[in-house]
Antibody, heavy 118, light 105 residues
Framework: EVQLVESGGGLVQPGGSLRLSCAAS????????MAWVRQTPGKGLEWLSY????????VYADSVKGRFTISRDNARNSLYLQMNSLRDDDTAVYYCARERSGYCYDYWGQGTLVTVSS | ENVLTQSPATLSLSPGERATLSCRAS??????LAWYQQKPGQAPRLLIY???NRATGIPARFSGSGSGTDFTLTITSLEPEDFAVYYC???????FGQGTKVEIK
């Protein structure tokens, strides 16, 4: 059974940093492109970044480019999102997801809440 | 920027009725469009990919159609568990629509 489990969310002050993790199981992790997607009541679902299985190709949304860094450790079946210079509008539920067909996501984690507030 | 517009924002229907949801792209996406279902407190669930292909385990009452800029998700006979929010998503910048809520009338 495919499982994705996020962790690392929490309360952080504006300008602070946080590192999210996503533990994957039930599939050959290194064979799949993985992504981070966030959701807020106001902006809905927003794709943030993806990383190919070999980590060669990494793409970011303009809203997080230069502040967030996606990475993976295939030996640990884990995906990461390092978030720096956090702003109030980064407050959201963050999901990791497995990509299929080059753009959509067939498995999602349960999400982890990040709250940026002073 | 290729924007996805979903309509209606809310659809009020009774169990057993047919639901027709629309997703319109401002520029052609070919057939690279997906549909998701999301229930409160849960992650989105992939229903349809590449416009009309059902994802693994998705019941046959869900079907997708369309190409280019106009797409439709049809639920032929609503079951109680189908009342949820539905999102479309495209390949360009991986953007999502704003969602259609299917609520019980």
């Amino acid at each position: 059974e495919v499982q994705l489990v996020e962790s690392g969310g929490g309360l952080v002050q504006p300008g602070g940093s946080l590192r999210l993790s996503c533990a994957a199981s039930g599939f050959t992790f290194s064979s799949f492109t993985m992504a981070w997607v966030r959701q807020t009541p106001g902006k809905g679902l927003e794709w943030l970044s993806y990383i190919t299985g070999d980590s060669i190709t990494i793409v970011y949304a303009d809203s997080v480019k230069g502040r967030f860094t996606i990475s993976r450790d295939n030996a640990r079946n884990s995906l990461y999102l390092q978030m720096n210079s956090l702003r109030d509008d980064d407050t959201a539920v963050y999901y990791c997801a497995r990509e299929r067909s080059g753009y959509c996501y067939d498995y999602w984690g349960q999400g982890t809440l990040v709250t940026v507030s002073s | 920027e290729n924007v996805l517009t979903q309509s209606p924002a809310t659809l009020s229907l009774s169990p057993g009725e047919r639901a027709t949801l629309s997703c319109r792209a401002s520029q052609s996406v070919g057939s690279s469009l997906a549909w998701y279902q999301q229930k409160p407190g849960q992650a989105p669930r992939l229903l349809i990919y590449d416009a009309f292909n059902r994802a693994t385990g998705i019941p046959a009452r869900f079907s997708g159609s369309g190409s280019g800029t106009d797409f439709t998700l049809t639920i032929t006979s609503l079951e109680p568990e189908d009342f949820a929010v539905y999102y479309c998503q495209q390949r360009s910048k991986w953007t999502f629509g704003q969602g259609t809520k299917v609520e019980i009338k």
